[in-house]
């Protein structure tokens, strides 16, 4: 069966820019993980949907949210970008909340210029 | 909280040698772990997890992790390195309160031939 499919695969932004991200899960998951990784701060845990829900939010600014939709494709979005919001952004889906068995997509390569 | 410490931030090793991955983990309740690895410009992919079960885990690729609590550890290893175990390897944990996954800050692999 198909992967978790994330959208675009890179982006190139301009501080003071928005930006939605998109992810598909794996059919049949319903709950779905954001991550950013950096260089200098590795994986940091954003937030998680199941069932349309935000379960989980990771410590991050405001400028950051999410939501899922009723097929549990999630989008997230970054609003009045800045340069420190460069990073590969994972979706990490799952069956349950558990998580026991998360699948990563590839990632979205997000530069702010 | 849970959290993990991954020691050392680059192992080398020789094709056909021992790879042997660290990692400590700290967590107030019985935690799952997680072994994931990841290659250039990819996501990251399962090799293994501990979900309570037994104690040794095997993995794909060769890999296998030893959860041991009285040194609140789950090191990884390989018997036998090959070129293309060259990659960075994450360390994750998540326990059963909130489910998120926090990782290591990763170990990257070069296996020289």
């Known amino acids: 069966k198909a992967g978790v499919t994330q959208t675009p695969r890179y982006l190139i932004k301009t501080r003071g820019q928005q930006v939605t991200l998109s992810c598909s899960p794996i059919s049949g998951h319903r709950s779905v993980s954001w991550y950013q990784q950096t260089p200098g701060q590795g994986l940091q845990f954003l937030f998680e949907y199941f069932s349309e829900t935000q379960r989980n939010k990771g410590n991050f600014p405001g400028r950051f949210s999410g939501r899922q939709f009723s097929n549990s494709r999630s989008e997230m979005n970054v609003s009045t970008l800045e340069l420190g919001d460069s990073a590969l952004y994972l979706c990490?889906?799952?069956?349950?909340?558990?998580?026991?068995?998360?699948?990563f997509g590839q990632g979205t390569r997000l530069t702010v210029v | 909280a849970q959290s993990v410490t991954q020691l050392g931030s680059h192992v080398s090793v020789s094709e056909g040698a021992l790879v042997l991955l660290r990692c400590n983990y700290s967590s107030s309740v019985p935690p799952y772990l997680f072994w994931y690895v990841q290659y250039p410009n990819q996501g990251l992919q399962l090799l293994l997890k501990?979900?309570?079960?037994?104690?040794l885990v095997k993995g794909i690729n060769g890999f296998e992790a030893e959860f041991k609590k009285s040194e609140t550890s789950f090191h990884l290893t390989k018997p036998s390195a090959h070129m293309s175990d060259a990659a960075e390897y994450f360390c994750a944990v998540s326990d059963q309160s909130d489910y998120k996954l926090s990782f290591g800050a990763g170990t990257t692999v070069t296996v020289r031939a």
């Open positions: 990490a889906s799952s069956q349950d909340r558990a998580n026991t068995e998360a699948f």
């Open positions: 501990y979900t309570s079960a037994a104690t």
